[in-house]
């Protein structure tokens, strides 16, 4: 491999179609006749209202307007090709994935964000922000799961969007991933700097606040910015550059440290919660639900759900285990598991620790609060060590999210890379390490910058309302394949049919959206229309581009299908095609 060539491509990139004998020879092409299954893919993939034309969804000769271009979807035949053809290490098992989701989850939602959405939005209620937040995830996890056990490739959400809804969805989700996991580290990153504060605080250590802290703050009742008087977050700047330092050497090496700390954050909750139930005082949960103060998201109904808004961000993390599907060893039946089996574990800790907090003390001294859980104990005389517990379990489990997150974010860089849409040397894979090195650099770098300079509160809902807008089409994607693509074989599917799930999905999602504060609202789309610009004008033509190159002279087979054998220039993909 070259040193500018994407995973999986040749240096030369000029291998061609000579007959399936040859295929066997050079490793560089793949026959739908020497290959069962690959004919498989193919004929469901051809001809009807089921699978239309692969060539069709590529752009050829019946694509010839804008809109078309658009809507043009990835071949599916070419991202089960991509798996084939994938250099990255399967190396992850369910409980791998399951610990990995476990470790995104459970992290700043729970000892960070529990605090601010009780004091700021629901009150005690924000146990029920919780509930209404899990069963959007919950929704949200199915359709990830019936996804990513059909298109079992890197790039999570960017890719199904891509094989489901076209060249347009798929740029904008993938776009909206980037803020998702690039912000998503930043604010995690942020919080651990206020754990780890508040850890050497308690051994007499004060940590000098200002270089400690970002030098802009957010008032989130008068929606403003204003000024700190400190220069800059310097711990959260270097946890995010250790980290991405750790993942540069090779993700099993990750897995097994984010093992250790996930067992240690858990261990944390368990203690906490069996530790402080006996001490919750229940007058703290009266009223249950705050009467609205006028102002919609300040307490009653409306502050519920802004609080579920809030508190999403505390369930971000199941989506990133579908970002690793090129290194399970069988994804069709780990991605499921993983993935549910962390968010109900996550869902569970998240009411009882809830319940807990607000109970110990009341809603509102938690305001301005960046270390909640600690907080609550801080009070309780003969719990000193419990305190001191609690900061290191929030830093360890901080640190899992941290790397998760970081880990996630190249893998879509590196998915769209393959495509076309960004450039070539994203898809760059380390010669020994086999990770996408260049991306995990770059994604590192920009995620310290961020949690350097920029307060916790916009990040945290900039990251919820990007994370539900991916919910959306996510869901809307599941409906889409199973209308157009009926047969195709599903190791995972959602129940109660393709419809009632995931419309919920999509509904829930997008209604926490609208209840958002219309600033977070306000940068989402601000975000959105830079990628949109960078997709029409380079992402659009040479995704196009790649496309064409990578339709190489065609053969026919008896089955009246036409495989474009060998590997594109850019791609390294074989691309099924129906003649018409």
């Known amino acids: 491999m070259g040193p500018s060539t994407p995973q999986g491509v040749p240096g030369d990139g000029n291998h061609s179609a000579t007959g399936s004998n040859d295929s066997a020879d050079?490793?560089?092409?793949?026959?739908?006749?020497?290959?069962?299954?690959?004919?498989?893919?193919?004929?469901?993939?051809?001809?009807?209202?089921?699978?239309?034309?692969?060539?069709?969804?590529?752009?050829?000769?019946?694509?010839?307007?804008?809109?078309?271009?658009?809507?043009?979807t990835k071949c599916m035949?070419?991202?089960?090709?991509?798996?084939?053809?994938?250099?990255?290490?399967?190396?992850?098992?369910?409980?791998?994935?399951?610990?990995?989701?476990?470790?995104?989850?459970?992290?700043?939602?729970?000892?960070?964000?529990?605090?601010?959405?009780?004091?700021?939005?629901?009150?005690?209620?924000?146990?029920?922000?919780?509930?209404?937040?899990?069963i959007a995830s919950m929704f949200a996890a199915l359709c990830?799961?019936?996804?990513?056990?059909?298109?079992?490739?890197?790039?999570?959400?960017?890719?199904?969007?891509?094989?489901?809804?076209?060249?347009?969805?798929?740029?904008?989700i993938g776009w909206d991933l980037c803020l998702e996991y690039l912000?998503?580290?930043?604010?995690?990153?942020?919080?651990?700097?206020?754990?780890?504060?508040?850890?050497?605080?308690?051994?007499?250590?004060?940590?000098?606040?200002?270089?400690?802290?970002?030098p802009v703050g957010w008032d989130v009742h008068r929606e403003a910015f204003y000024v700190t008087g400190d220069y800059v977050d310097l711990p959260a700047m270097a946890i995010a550059l250790v980290m991405t330092g750790l993942l540069v050497f090779g993700i099993k090496e990750s897995a097994r440290i984010n093992a250790v700390i996930v067992a240690i954050k858990l261990s944390v909750i368990v203690i906490f919660i069996c530790a402080m139930g006996p001490h919750v005082d229940r007058s703290n949960w009266e009223p249950f639900v705050p009467p609205n103060e006028g102002t919609f998201g300040r307490y009653g109904i409306?502050?519920?759900?802004?609080?579920?808004?809030?508190?999403?961000?505390?369930?971000?993390?199941?989506?990133?285990?579908?970002?690793?599907?090129?290194?399970?060893k069988k994804p069709e039946r780990d991605l499921p598991i993983g993935t549910l089996s962390s968010l109900a574990i996550c869902t569970t800790l998240y009411i009882l620790v809830a319940l807990i907090a607000t109970g110990l003390l009341p809603y509102y001294e938690f305001k301005g609060i960046a270390h909640p859980i600690s907080y609550a104990v801080e009070g309780i005389e003969g719990y000193e060590w419990l305190e001191m517990v609690i900061n290191i379990g929030a830093?360890?489990?901080?640190?899992?999210?941290?790397?998760?997150?970081?880990?996630?974010?190249?893998?879509?860089?590196?998915?769209?890379?393959?495509?076309?849409?960004?450039?070539?040397?994203?898809a760059k894979v380390h010669p020994r390490y086999k990770t996408p090195w260049v991306t995990t650099i770059i994604t590192g770098a920009l995620c310290a910058l961020c949690a350097g300079i920029l307060p916790i509160e916009v990040l945290s809902e900039l990251t919820s309302v990007g994370t539900l807008f991916a919910f959306v089409l996510v869901c809307i994607g599941v409906s889409v394949l199973r209308y157009r693509r009926p047969n195709l074989e599903r190791k995972f599917q959602v129940p109660f049919g393709p419809w009632l799930i995931p419309g919920l999905g999509a509904s829930i999602s997008f209604l926490l959206i609208c209840t958002s504060s219309t600033h977070t609202i306000y940068r989402l789309m601000v975000w959105m229309a830079?990628?949109?610009?960078?997709?029409?004008?380079?992402?659009?033509?040479?995704?196009?581009?790649?496309?064409?190159?990578?339709?190489?002279?065609?053969?026919?087979?008896?089955?009246?299908?036409?495989?474009?054998?060998?590997?594109?220039?850019?791609?390294?993909?074989?691309?099924?095609?129906?003649?018409?």
């Not at 020497?34 to 209202?49: C, T």
């Not at 299908?561 to 390294?572: D, F, K, Q, V, Y």
């Open 395 to 426: 830093i360890a489990g901080l640190t899992s999210v941290i790397l998760v997150s970081l880990m996630s974010q190249p893998r879509i860089f590196y998915a769209m890379a393959v495509d076309g849409f960004v450039p070539a040397f994203a």
């Open 26 to 72: 050079t490793g560089s092409s793949v026959s739908v006749r020497d290959n069962p299954s690959r004919k498989s893919a193919a004929s469901l993939l051809s001809g009807g209202s089921t699978g239309g034309s692969c060539i069709d969804s590529l752009g050829g000769p019946k694509i010839k307007t804008f809109v078309g271009r658009l809507l043009k």
């Open 77 to 134: 035949d070419a991202l089960l090709e991509q798996v084939a053809n994938s250099e990255l290490h399967r190396t992850l098992g369910a409980f791998d994935l399951t610990l990995l989701g476990v470790g995104e989850i459970v992290g700043t939602g729970i000892f960070v964000l529990t605090g601010t959405a009780a004091a700021n939005h629901a009150g005690p209620a924000v146990v029920l922000s919780f509930v209404i937040a899990g």
């Open 144 to 172: 990830y799961s019936e996804l990513a056990s059909i298109i079992p490739v890197a790039g999570s959400a960017y890719t199904y969007s891509y094989a489901t809804l076209g060249s347009f969805v798929g740029w904008t």
């Open 302 to 328: 409306s502050g519920i759900f802004q609080g579920a808004s809030v508190v999403f961000f505390s369930y971000i993390g199941f989506d990133s285990v579908s970002c690793c599907a090129q290194e399970c």
């Open 183 to 214: 912000v998503g580290a930043a604010t995690v990153s942020v919080g651990w700097s206020a754990y780890l504060r508040s850890f050497l605080a308690s051994v007499g250590y004060d940590m000098p606040t200002k270089w400690s802290r970002s």
């Open 530 to 580: 830079i990628g949109w610009i960078i997709y029409f004008v380079w992402g659009l033509e040479n995704s196009q581009k790649v496309m064409e190159r990578t339709i190489l002279p065609n053969r026919e087979h008896d089955d009246g299908n036409t495989l474009n054998e060998g590997r594109g220039a850019e791609t390294g993909v074989a691309m099924v095609t129906t003649d018409s």
